[in-house]
Structure formats: C-alpha cells, structure tokens
C-alpha cells in the first residue's frame, strides 16, 4: 500500500493507495478560503497552513501505517516552501516507519490522473487495460499550466504543446478579477457562463493557425480589459453572464481546437483531461465531443482528482513503478513535466 503526500500549493492531502483495490481513503484540507483574502496564494502562509495541517491528516491514517509499504510525496512543481512541508514530512516517516520514498512530480500525476478511473474497473488486470489506451494524448489544464502531451506504450511523456504565456486556468483566474469576482474565479465564471450567450462578445482565440498547436490566452485578457473599459459598473452587472459565457467560449474552443489539430497529426487511441480547469463542465463535454467524432475513448479525471491531490500523487508513484527514475525525494520547485 502507497500513502502520499502533496502539498505543493494550498492544499495539504494524504491519500492511501491499494494496488489490488484502488484509493482507500483520500483526505484533504483545503486552504483556498485563506489564500481568497489576499486574492492569491501566499507562499509563507500556505507553507505554515501546511505545518500544521498534515500532521493532523496523518493522525487520521494511523490505523493503516502498519500496512502501508511504500511513502510517496510530491517533489515538484509547486511552491518551494509549501514543497519542502510535504516532503519533510514524508523523509521524517520514512526514517522513523523504514519504508522506502519516492518523490512524485506533479505534472506527471496529473497526466496519469484520468487512469485512476481505468484502475478502478479493473483492478488485476490494469496493465492491459491501459496498453489498449496507449498513446494516449493528454490534457493538462490548471491553473499554473496549459499542456498537450504524449503518454506513450513506454509512459515516455513528450509535451507537445503548451501555452506562450497564460494558463488557461490562469486566464480564467485574470479573467474573473477584471469582472469583479473572487479568486480563484474559474467556477465562477462557469456559473454565470449558464445563463449567458456566447456570441454576444467576439473575444480573440489566441493562436488560431491549426498547424501550429501551441497556446495562448493573454491576449484575451487584454481584450476583455478594453471591452470593461468601455461599460459602466451597472452596464457590467447586466451583461456579466453574456460576458463570461463569451470569454469562457474563447478558452474553451481554443483548446478544442488544439486537441482537434494534435488528433489530426498523429495516432492516438485515447485522450485524457486533467487539471483543476478539467472540473469545468462545458469544457468535459466539448473535448468528449471531439474525441467521440474521432471514435476515440475520453478518459477525465474525476472533479476530486483535477484539482490539487494526494490521490493522483499515490497512484502516479505505483502507475510509474517500473520507470527507471531519478526521483530523490527532495522539493525541485521548477520540475518540468518530461522529468520522471
Ligand atoms: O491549478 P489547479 O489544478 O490546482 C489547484 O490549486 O487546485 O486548479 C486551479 C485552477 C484555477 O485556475 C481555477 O480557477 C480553475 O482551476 N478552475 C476552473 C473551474 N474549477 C477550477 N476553471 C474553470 N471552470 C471551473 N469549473
């Protein structure tokens, strides 16, 4: 059994993985209402959140320590003070319980994210399952990263497109600051988006060139910043639904169009979707459209595994089990997606 630790960001999670069963129990304390006050994390903060979070998340798996064989912990990236919390923690078990460590990155757990769900119909028989699935094109969006990667048979990861600038989840985020809304307003947006039209604005789509796949959102921002510069705060009020639907749009048929044209370049025989903009709805059934055209299973991580989380952080460490790995359990602030 794996037990995890991640605490790259605002929130403290431990998780327990049983290869033969699945996640057992997943527990996480979240800092968001904190960090909302200062509209954004604060890194001296979240790390003394963290401090005093985890060990009492662990006193709740004390129970289980006696079976668990394997620590895991998120070494990167993310935040280095919120990092190094995590990680100590996870060396201090290691030393006192004896079980072996491996540091777990990040990026790459998001990518296996959506292969929880595969494990959980078929627990022995998972190998398999997944090499059906493989090449697998891969989407990972949140709020610090915009990728497109490749999981080859191999589980080599190859990026093969991310944005120039912004996250979308980032554009989100700048997004809703500019229409007055709470960070981090990604769900926000996606709440008044219900009730707007998505033609009302003709926000750009960055990078609209099929063959080129990568991203870019900064450019909207600036655009939607000229539109508010031009409406009064009651003008704002009344069209705030038709301005998120509209902004949210532009998001959301540039990554389906990126993922259309990836698709087109080459072979894969699934696509997945990860990260915490993966919990937006709209944007699950629009990417399940374009893999369903092309006859292609979608597989998206659950909304408990698209946001930061312990449980793709235990599962990562076994799903990687057999790469060879230079994986020291130490925090790499800056770990690309491409380093195991
Ligand atoms: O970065 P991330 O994967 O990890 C966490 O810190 O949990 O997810 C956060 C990002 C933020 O940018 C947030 O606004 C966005 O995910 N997000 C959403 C939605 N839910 C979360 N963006 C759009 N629609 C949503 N429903």
């Known amino acids: 059994m794996i037990l995890a630790i991640e605490s790259s960001c605002d929130e403290s999670a431990l998780a327990l993985f049983d290869p033969a069963r699945g996640l057992v129990r997943e527990l996480i304390s979240s800092q968001a209402a904190e960090h909302e006050k200062y509209g954004g994390v604060v890194p001296e903060l979240a790390s003394r959140m963290h401090l005093s979070a985890l060990p009492l998340l662990l006193a709740d798996f004390r129970d289980e320590l006696p079976q668990v064989t394997q620590l895991a912990v998120t070494r990167g990236p993310g935040l280095l003070p919120c990092l190094s919390m995590g990680v100590t923690m996870a060396r201090s078990l290691s030393l006192a319980l004896k079980l072996p460590l491996v540091g777990v990155n990040h990026l790459r757990a998001h990518v296996h994210s959506p292969f929880i769900a595969v494990h959980g119909q078929h627990p022995a028989g998972f190998a398999v399952a997944r090499a059906a699935l493989l090449p697998h094109l891969g989407i990972v969006i949140s709020g610090g990263n915009s990728l497109l990667v490749k999981l080859d048979e191999d589980l080599r990861i190859t990026v093969i497109a991310r944005t120039v600038d912004d996250a979308a989840g ?71 639904p038709d301005l998120c639907a509209s902004y949210q749009e532009a998001i959301i ?16 025989k699934s696509v997945g979707l ?35 989380n312990a449980g793709m952080i235990a599962f990562a460490a076994w799903a990687e089990a057999g790469l060879p790995t230079s994986a020291a359990a130490v925090p790499a602030a800056s770990l690309t997606i491409d380093q195991v």
Do not use: W
Not at 192 to 200: I, S
Not at 259 to 264: E, G, P, R, S, T
Not at 281 to 305: N, S, Y
């Open 253 to 268: 048929s540039q990554l389906a169009a990126k993922m259309a044209a990836a698709l087109d370049l080459s072979t894969y």
């Open 170 to 240: 980032e554009a989100f985020d700048k997004g809703a600051k500019l229409l007055g809304l709470p960070y981090p307003g990604g769900a926000l947006i996606e709440q008044h988006a219900q009730r707007g039209d998505v033609k009302k604005y003709p926000f750009p789509r960055g990078i609209p060139e099929k063959a080129d796949l990568r991203m870019s959102f900064s450019g909207l921002k600036t655009a939607l910043r000229y539109q508010l510069e031009k409406m009064s705060d009651a003008e704002l009020a009344v069209a705030l």
């Open 274 to 308: 990860s990260g915490g903009v993966a919990n937006n709805r709209t944007l699950r059934a629009r990417l399940t459209a374009v893999a369903q055209q092309r006859g292609l299973p979608m597989l998206i991580a659950e909304p408990k595994h698209c946001g930061d």
